[in-house]
């Protein structure tokens, strides 16, 4: 996987003010840990950071630190909730040749046998573990000609020489399955909707000409 390179800055302000400045000038607050080393606080540029998180489990090498470039992973990433600009990001730091579990994107492509069958997606993602600077960007899934009762489980991810999985062999991945019926039932529904308020309407009709027939008291 390719890394991006991104400029830190050490982060000596703390604290919600400080993080809206910070904000307000287009960075992002950030914290860097692992490898036994001491938690270190920095600022990111926003728009920078914005666009290499599109791509997942990116790579980030972070430039002008203290001791030196370092390569990180995102670890966690929080957004704001309603305008989803970034508030903040876990990074921890990664070596080549060292192993990290990460969530492996599955990606589907063809077409299945045409007919009466639709794909039922069980995962979207499925942990597994890869070199830490050989991470597969996504797993791709075959399912040309695939029809009802066919299936893929997860021993039979093609996955990338290095890459294992972290889920048990007989994961259900994805299946074919029929498509459910319901229009007849709908159909019915719409039908016999209308019958009540017609009975009700029939019955206050006689009731009403009861009430004229009935000779004044």
């Known amino acids: 996987m390719p890394e991006v390179k991104i ?25 860097l840990y692992g490898h036994g080393t001491d938690t270190r606080h920095l600022s990111l540029p926003g728009h920078a950071l914005m666009l290499a998180l599109k791509t997942p489990n990116v790579l980030l090498r972070l430039e002008g630190l203290k001791n030196g470039s370092e390569i990180a992973l995102p670890k966690a990433v929080q957004r704001d909730p309603v ?6 990001v876990d990074l921890i730091l990664v070596r080549s040749g060292e192993k990290v579990t990460i969530e492996g994107r599955i990606g589907v492509c063809c077409e299945i046998a045409p007919g009466e069958g639709m794909l039922n997606q069980q995962l979207v993602q499925i942990p597994v573990e890869a070199d830490a600077t050989k991470i597969p960007q996504g797993i791709d899934v075959d399912v040309e000609g695939m029809d009802i009762g066919d299936a893929v489980h997860a021993s039979e ?10 889920v048990e062999p007989d994961t259900l991945v994805l299946h074919v399955i029929a498509q459910q019926g319901g229009e007849p039932e709908e159909e019915e529904a719409a ?21 004229d027939e009935e000779p004044a008291g």
């Open 83 to 88: 305008r989803g600009f970034l508030e903040h």
């Open 7 to 31: 400029a830190a800055e050490a982060r000596t302000e703390f604290g919600k003010g400080a993080a809206r400045r910070s904000r307000r000038e287009g960075k992002v607050p950030a914290v």
């Open 157 to 166: 991810l093609k996955l990338p020489p290095g890459v294992t999985l972290q």
């Open 191 to 211: 039908e016999g909707a209308p019958e009540a308020p017609e009975a009700l309407a029939e019955s206050a009709d006689a009731g009403d000409r009861r009430s």
